[in-house]
């Protein structure tokens, strides 16, 4: 979000991050490695940028055909397929769905890209979260929202010119409040009107359709019957100004352990019948000291279930996608996340070979860089994509993608 990628959350920017991993975290990435099917034969043995074996596929256009159609959503991917196909999405079909649930897509003022998905994909989407604002706590009683000067307004006309159901609801970080900022807000109900009140009269100046807001995981899981009070109080008047309400959530079990994570069934009793939609979290599985995948299939059924076992408010649930994935390199204990165009630079320049673990339902593959040693990388792929969206279909979820620019032109066809 220069924000972290949680996926709406926290604040740096997926560029420019660069992480340390411990040797242990290196052991289990090399049992992992090992351990799944056909992981023995992909290192090259050769760096393949030293002996000139650049792919040279040209690559390709828009298309007539959805990538669905031209049997390119396969478990055995090829490195020259991903790299000629990779921007040759269905020109013709670019606002027809399949997937009907609520959509929402992140949008970074740092990633032009994002914005120009929007403008030929815009009727895909329900929502689109500009990751623009904060809004700070400056004195008693005085809320200012601030990130005004990364509001796009022309841009926003243009969205609405092509696909007129499409609702503009930014991002809010609720940004350097201190512990006292929150027990202000806490204790008095007169600080929450004065929240609220900045809140609708900057979407009334801006003409957004609501807010999403990223405030729950600020706190570490701590307050939260407190919480729950402002958010539905904030809900309740938004509504009122007839706008959205989109609350930002962690996943419901931590990753790597079976423990209940910073937001559980009870906060999502609470608060299902009062906001419009929650952004799940559900990337961001592995990290640098536990190297893996980025969103095992089955820990995203899990947080799901979960929060909403009898499938009572499940529409309202965002599962989240990842549309950047991550590197880990064995030499040094590395890691970086990777977003589309540099992924696609890799597979130019190394015989990459994708390797499909079914437990997982994710891609990887591994290279050698000049003088770098071995890297893993997990990134998402198309045959990940879609069946992340056959999932949410059957748990009857909508879905949430971080974001929109880092991942690969023709991933909208599944849309």
């Known amino acids: 979000l220069g924000v972290s990628r949680p996926g709406p959350a926290a604040g740096v920017s997926v560029l420019g991050m660069r992480r340390r991993c411990s040797p242990g975290a290196w052991l289990l990435l090399a049992a992992f490695v090992v351990l799944l099917p056909g992981a023995g034969g992909t290192l090259s043995k050769k760096d393949v940028r030293k002996s000139g074996g650049r792919v040279s596929e040209e690559e390709t256009g828009p298309s007539n055909h959805l990538v669905q159609d031209r049997g390119l959503v396969v478990t055995d991917p090829k490195s020259r397929d991903i790299v000629k196909e990779q921007k040759s999405y269905c020109a013709t079909k670019v606002n027809e769905r399949h997937f009907n649930g609520d959509v929402l897509g992140y949008v970074t003022p740092w990633n032009n890209h994002g914005y120009e998905i929007t403008m030929i994909f815009g009727g895909k989407f329900t929502f689109i ?16 929202v601030t990130g005004h000067h990364d ?49 609708v009269h900057t979407a009334k100046a801006e003409e957004f359709d609501g807010f999403v807001l990223e405030v729950w995981s600020q706190l570490g899981g701590q307050r939260r019957k407190e919480l729950v009070h402002v958010i539905r109080h904030l809900s309740e008047a938004l509504h009122k100004a007839k706008l959205k309400v989109v609350l930002v ?28 939609a929650f952004s799940l979290m559900t990337y961001d599985y592995s ?43 064995t030499l040094g204990g590395t890691s970086e996340p990777i977003v589309g165009h540099r992924y696609i630079e890799i597979l130019k320049d190394h015989k990459a070979k994708h390797i499909w673990d079914e437990k997982i339902a994710e891609h990887y593959f591994d290279y050698k860089r000049h003088q770098g040693g071995r890297h893993i990388v997990f990134y998402p792929t198309l045959k990940s994509i879609q ?18 620019g880092q991942g690969l032109d023709y991933f909208y066809d599944l849309l």
């Open 151 to 199: 509001i796009d307004r022309g841009w926003m006309k243009n969205v609405r010119a092509e696909s007129n159901a499409v609702r503009f609801v930014p991002r809010i970080l609720f940004d350097s409040w201190t512990y006292r900022d929150y027990e202000s807000l806490f204790n008095s109900e007169d600080e929450i009107e004065e929240l609220t009140e900045a809140l």
């Open 129 to 144: 979260s500009p990751v623009w604002l904060q809004i700070q706590r400056k004195g008693v009683q005085l809320y200012h």
């Open 249 to 276: 959530i962690p996943p419901a079990i931590s990753p790597g352990s079976n423990q209940p994570g910073m937001f559980g069934k009870p906060d999502f009793d609470q608060l299902a019948p009062v906001v419009d």
């Open 287 to 329: 990290n640098s000291h536990r190297p893996g995948p980025n969103s095992p299939i089955l820990w995203i059924r899990a947080c799901v279930q979960k929060l909403d076992p009898d499938a009572n408010w499940r529409s309202k649930i965002l599962l989240g996608l990842n549309f950047y994935g991550m590197i880990y390199g």
């Open 387 to 404: 069946t992340r969206l056959e999932l949410a279909k059957e748990l009857g979820t909508g879905i949430s993608i971080w974001e929109l």
